[in-house]
């Protein structure tokens, strides 16, 4: 079993930054992928980014060209800097992990910008 954990949410102003952490509690099979997704308040849970052991990266159009995935695979942990927010990006933001097959949620972390 892997636990998530995430941290670095909080309230920001729309044009502010903020960077979300995601630590796994044990190191993850090769070929895994870890990335987050988000839930605004009465809408599904969408992908915002994903990445892989390997390098690539895969983001919705929305975020492209403000958050930028990253991972520091030896301390089993990913990183979502988020610039240039929007009051649009408020949500919570999960953590989620997939090796061999298996997904793995964080509880999640909230995100708020205000106006």
């Known amino acids: 079993q892997v636990q998530l954990v995430e941290s670095g949410g909080g309230l920001v102003q729309a044009g502010g930054s903020l960077r979300l952490s995601c630590a796994a509690s044990?190191?993850?099979?090769?070929?895994?992928?870890m990335g987050w997704y988000r839930q605004a308040p009465g809408k599904q849970r969408e992908l915002v980014a994903t990445?892989?052991?390997?390098?690539?990266?895969n983001y919705v159009d929305s975020v492209k060209g403000r958050f930028t995935i990253s991972r520091d695979n030896a301390k089993n942990t990913v990183y979502l800097q988020m610039n240039s927010l929007k009051p649009e990006d408020t949500a919570v933001y999960y953590c989620?992990?997939?090796?061999?097959?298996?997904?793995?949620w964080g509880k999640g972390t909230l995100v708020t910008v205000s106006s």
């Open positions: 044990r190191r993850l099979y090769s070929g895994n992928a």
């Open positions: 990445a892989s052991d390997g390098g690539s990266t």
């Open positions: 989620n992990a997939v090796s061999r097959g298996t997904y793995y």
